[in-house]
């Protein structure tokens, strides 16, 4: 059974940093492109990075800058560096696998508040 475990949300300052990791087990992340997505109340679920099996990157525009996903396959788990945070950043962050076979899983995410 796959599962996918987020951690390092919390309560940070606007202009902190956080970092969350996704750890996997079940399955090994190598085989799939990992994505971190984002969902503020109201709001739909949004894609913030993700990562391939070849380490190319893609980022949306309201993070660009300030984000970093990195993965390291050897621990099965991959990152968020999120800097410079915003409180606009504030939502519940979900980790992602999937690939071209059509597996795609999901974690159950970990709260990040950016608040004064």
């Known amino acids: 059974q796959v599962q996918l475990v987020e951690s390092g949300g919390g309560l940070v300052q606007p202009g902190g940093s956080l970092r969350l990791s996704c750890k996997a087990s079940g399955t090994i992340i190598s085989i799939y492109t990992m994505g971190w997505y984002r969902q503020a109340p109201g709001k739909q679920r949004e894609l913030v990075a993700a990562?391939?099996?070849?380490?190319?990157?893609n980022y949306a525009d309201s993070v660009k800058g300030r984000f970093t996903i990195s993965r390291d396959n050897a621990k099965n788990a991959v990152y968020l560096q999120m800097n410079s945070l915003k409180p606009e950043d504030t939502a519940v962050y979900y980790c992602?696998?999937?690939?071209?076979?059509?597996?795609?899983?999901w974690g159950k995410g970990t709260l990040v508040t950016v608040s004064s």
């Open positions: 990562i391939t099996t070849g380490g190319n990157t």
């Open positions: 992602n696998a999937r690939n071209s076979y059509g597996a795609n899983y």
